[in-house]
Nanobody
Framework: QVQLVESGGGLVQAGGSLRLSCAAS????????MGWFRQAPGKEREFVAA????????HYADSVKGRFTISRDNAKNTVYLQMNSLKPEDTAVYYC????????????????WGQGTQVTVSS
């Protein structure tokens, strides 16, 4: 079992940056692939980025490629999402998720979820 807690959200102006963190409990964090997803009001949850258990493989949604970077520190049981050049359309609740298999973009394939952190980008 893995418990996930996100932090780092907030209000930022367009063009600004934020770094989200997701702290995981449990001794087997390094065996999980991790993903970041987001959900805006009235919209479905969408994939943002994912990283393999070792950090050696990453994948991004086209909408964030070149602006967001996912990383992890297995010694700290933490995964990060560095978000640069933020746009108003990035406004959403951001969730981290874990699955004990290879990385994937489908949110239904993830087993554990955090409670989410709000990111608001003003224009």
């Amino acid at each position: 079992q893995v418990q996930l807690v996100e932090s780092g959200g907030g209000l930022v102006q367009a063009g600004g940056s934020l770094r989200l963190s997701c702290a995981a409990s449990g001794r087997t964090f390094s065996s999980y692939s991790m993903g970041w997803f987001r959900q805006a009001p009235g919209k479905e949850r969408e994939f943002v980025a994912a990283i393999s258990w070792s950090g050696g493989s990453t994948h991004y949604a086209d909408s964030v490629k070149g602006r967001f970077t996912i990383s992890r520190d297995n010694a700290k049981n933490t995964v990060y999402l560095q978000m640069n050049s933020l746009k108003p359309e990035d406004t959403a609740v951001y969730y981290c998720a874990a699955r004990r298999s290879y990385i994937t973009t489908g949110h239904k394939n993830y087993d554990y979820w955090g409670q989410g952190t709000q990111v608001t980008v003003s224009s």
